[in-house]
């Protein structure tokens, strides 16, 4: 199965970018999305940043993440 995780945008070097998801960075690409700016939240799969989302959308997605990890 495979899982796109919902990131805040919170640093960018040309086509690489530091995304924040709970707490944790991560280094990833942005060559599939390369207008996307600090702030904005993305689409996290397999290291590359494939779309953009709503703030809202991102963060329910995230809630929803939690309660699962809380479940297992």
Do not use: N, W
Request: proline residues 3%; contains cysteine; aromatic residues 2%.
């Amino acid at each position: 199965m495979c899982l796109a995780i919902p990131a805040k945008l919170i640093g960018k070097i040309d086509r690489l970018a530091t995304v924040e998801v709970g707490g944790i960075t991560r280094k990833v690409s942005l060559m599939l999305l390369p207008d996307a700016q600090v702030g904005d939240f993305v689409l996290v799969h397999a290291g590359f940043a494939i779309q953009t989302v709503e703030e809202e959308e991102a963060k329910r997605t995230m809630e929803l993440l939690k309660e699962l990890t809380e479940l297992a």
